[in-house]
């Protein structure tokens, strides 16, 4: 067969149907999974104990055989049409053509995972009194069922824990909890494995209590509770057993040895990462605060202060400067702390009104801020960049000061090395924040909030039924977001495809057409523009925004119309809509996606659910 082909930009070749008729992969996998219990009454030990075993086990396996045949490429040199209207084409070969050889190659993949545990657990009440309590051990292993050379990738992951808890009721008005967990982690040296991690809750429900009941007609229901405890992290994100040091043999500075004409070169050992057997468990101390509130029976409140303080963060060592010799070698321990705080709240409203008549609301508020308490980073560090102090998720930006406005403009201001082409008029200008009269990476600050997820969200559902006419709305909302205009060809010079957007074209600095005194972008150029392409407070906006998710309107169609026709139970007639409007900060596009790769659908439905 002599397959055309379509030259690309890039100087290869394209033939889809080629591609297509030109192999083939068979991919088979199988799950095998198994599940033991046993549960065991121990009453005649003691009333309401008993004991429980579980053992699980799955094995994934996956094969898959890739089988492909090579195809040469020809291109049309000549053509001429024959006497009885056909063609005859004169075709050359793409390079050398080569025998079609039919290759095959495969791979495989799979895993196994168990898990067993055991506990005795306790359940009893006596009188008003209620107990609980439970013993657990457990024993989680993974191993991959591929062979590997290296040693750490072969070995099984293994984690051992034992867990307890015990509860106290005193008739739903006072309420102890009491957990904790002792865990065991292949991570860590030996001495550094178990971690500890207790924690306690403590309950009391107000509207139990006799003197509550003047004021139970209002306030019908009111619990304060609270919880303390500590959490361990294992899974730093880095390789297995971060606490073994990394020596590199050959890797570190070079010496030569031998006679004339007959030396030879080699490389000495050198430390890429030092050993520190105590490194240990990430700790996070959570407090939470909290009520619970019904109002008039109808009105439900649910409200929860937090704040962790997670201690113990692994980090790589930045505080060692250059001249005691460690030069490229890393040192690792759990260096850092960060401090979570905030507070969820949840309304729920449901009220009938009268016979016609009902309303429903429903809404979340959640707000969360963190910032870095704690944090080992190189000395002599201008303030404004360390990151001690700032949000985990701080974006790092310059300030801008407007745009150049004319070449006297660039010569009286310091002298900018962030870009990769001449500075000219039309350019970001932006604040020397260092005083050095230049600007580089060192005038950056932390800017705005964070771009990975907001601080702020919240929701809320309305529904209103008047007779058989109803409405349901569901609106969604973020703040305290920051994002940053970078979308080429929309807010940004596109250089590879050579296409921009009305909107970027009117409101870019232009002396030719007279746009200099407010431009929103800077000069556009037919080259990357490495000073204009830069996180900065010119192209940094407010992401956050309120959307409407979701709205319908509906009408139920009058039974009496329905008996008439006797095997109809109901019909609702409706008109509903997906995100049809999000008020935002900013032009041209929508906030709640921007930057995703599938912007947002309007939709709207118009039809009936009928029930038999």
């Known amino acids: 067969v002599h397959w055309g082909y379509r030259q690309l930009a890039n100087g290869g070749n394209f033939n889809p149907m080629a591609r297509l008729v030109s192999g083939y992969q068979d991919s088979f996998a199988s799950t095998i999974t198994a599940n033991l219990n046993f549960d065991q009454k121990l009453d005649f030990i003691t009333k309401g104990l008993g004991f429980h075993l579980m053992f699980s086990f799955k094995n994934w396996s996956k094969s898959t055989t890739f089988r492909s045949l090579n195809f040469n490429h020809y291109e049309l040199k000549n053509y001429t049409q024959n006497e009885d209207g056909t063609f005859s084409y004169v075709q050359a070969p793409k390079g050398d053509p080569s025998k079609p050889v039919l290759s095959n190659s495969g791979q495989n993949a799979g895993d196994r995972r168990y898990y067993a545990q055991a506990y005795f657990d306790y359940n009893r009440s006596f009188g008003d009194h209620t107990v609980t309590g439970m013993l657990l051990w457990n024993i989680n292993q993974y191993s991959s069922n591929m062979y590997s050379e290296s040693v750490l990738a072969s070995l099984p992951q293994r984690k051992i824990g034992f867990a307890a808890r015990a509860t106290y009721d005193y008739k739903h008005r006072y309420l102890i909890e009491f957990?904790?967990?002792?865990n065991g982690s292949e991570q860590f040296a030996k001495g550094h494995q178990w971690g500890f991690f207790p924690s306690v809750g403590l309950g009391y429900n107000i509207s139990e209590e006799k003197f509550w009941e003047p004021v139970k007609s209002v306030i019908s229901n009111f619990k304060l509770r609270g919880t303390y405890g500590l959490v361990g992290n294992d899974q730093y994100g880095y390789e297995r057993f971060i606490y073994r040091e990394d020596v590199s043999l050959t890797g570190k500075g070079s010496f030569t040895t031998g006679l004339p004409g007959n030396n030879v070169t080699y490389s000495g050992p050198g430390w890429n990462r030092l050993r520190n057997e105590n490194v240990s468990w990430e700790v996070g101390h959570k407090l939470d605060l909290g009520f619970d509130m019904q109002l008039f029976n109808a009105l439900d409140i649910t409200f929860d202060w937090f704040r962790e303080r997670r201690s113990n963060i692994f980090q790589q060592k930045l505080s060692i400067p250059n001249y005691l010799g460690t030069a490229d070698t890393k040192i690792y321990g759990n260096l850092a702390e960060v401090v979570n705080q905030g507070f969820d709240m949840a309304v729920n409203y449901s009220k009938r009104i009268n016979?016609?008549?009902?309303?429903?609301?429903?809404?979340?508020?959640?707000?969360?801020?963190?910032?870095?308490?704690?944090?080992?980073?190189?000395?002599?560090?201008?303030?404004?960049?360390?990151?001690?102090?700032?949000?985990?998720n701080t974006v790092w930006g310059y300030v801008a000061n407007g745009l150049y406005i004319d070449k006297a403009d660039i010569a009286n201001n310091p002298t900018s090395t962030l870009g990769n082409i001449a500075i000219a008029p039309g350019d970001i200008k932006y604040v020397d924040l260092t005083g050095d009269d230049k600007i580089d990476t060192n005038d950056r600050k932390a800017i705005g909030y964070s771009t990975t997820a907001p601080d702020l969200y919240y929701n809320f559902h309305l529904g209103v039924e008047y007779k058989r006419l109803g409405v349901d709305a569901m609106f969604q909302g973020v703040g305290k977001w920051t994002g940053f205009m970078t979308t080429n060809g929309l807010y940004r010079s596109a250089v590879a495809n050579n296409?921009?957007?009305q909107y970027l074209y009117e409101n870019s600095w232009s002396a030719e057409r007279g746009n200099t005194e407010n431009p929103k972008f800077p000069r556009l150029s037919a080259t990357s523009n490495a000073n204009n392409n830069l996180n900065s407070t010119l192209n940094m906006?407010?992401?956050?925004?309120?959307?409407?998710?979701?709205?319908e309107m509906y009408y139920y169609l009058p039974s009496a119309w329905l008996n008439k026709i006797g095997f109809i139970n109901k019909v609702k007639l409706y008109a509903r809509g997906t995100d049809l409007f999000t008020l935002d900060h900013l032009d041209e596009a929508d906030a709640a996606s921007y930057g995703t790769t599938q912007p947002l659908t309007r939709s709207l439905q118009v039809g009936a659910a009928v029930t038999f």
């Open 179 to 182: 957990n904790a967990g002792y």
């Open 355 to 392: 016979q016609d008549l009902s309303i429903q609301f429903q809404g979340t508020f959640t707000y969360n801020n963190n910032h870095i308490s704690v944090y080992d980073e190189a000395p002599g560090k201008r303030p404004a960049m360390k990151s001690q102090g700032k949000n985990v």
């Open 541 to 551: 906006f407010d992401r956050s925004y309120l959307k409407l998710r979701y709205v």
């Open 499 to 501: 296409t921009l957007s």
